[in-house]
């Protein structure tokens, strides 16, 4: 099982990016897809859920009508558009994979957003 996460950087605030994770070894289409995110000193905390046909999201209060969460089945791989950044988004980026008892994380991805 492997969860590989790529598309972070460092960005200046107001900027965006897209986050992406390809997700292989398992049955993509049958687990919810998660973005968690970790920042220096802080708990690490989630940031959108996508469900496994894709049809309903979730996202946390701070990222809402920023950060847009997607995901192509076809191409077992999820995303996070991220925009607008502020420097408070600088934190690593999680891929999270969950199917009942199953659970996967990726390697995570840093994303800075700074002047």
């Known amino acids: 099982v492997q969860l590989v996460e790529s598309g972070g950087g460092l960005v200046q605030p107001g900027g965006s990016l897209r986050l992406s994770c390809a997700a292989s070894?398992?049955?993509?289409?049958?687990?919810?897809m998660s973005w968690y995110r970790q920042a220096p000193g802080k708990e690490r905390e989630l940031v959108a859920s996508?469900?496994?046909?894709?049809?309903?999201?979730n996202y946390a209060d701070s990222v809402k009508g920023r950060f847009t969460i997607s995901r192509d089945n076809a191409k077992n791989t999820v995303y996070l558009q991220m925009n607008s950044l502020k420097p408070e988004d600088t934190a690593v980026y999680y891929c999270?994979?969950?199917?009942?008892?199953?659970?996967?994380w990726g390697q995570g991805t840093q994303v800075t957003v700074s002047s």
């Open positions: 996508i469900s496994s046909a894709g049809s309903s999201t």
């Open positions: 070894g398992f049955t993509f289409s049958g687990y919810a």
């Open positions: 999270y994979a969950r199917k009942y008892q199953y659970n996967y």
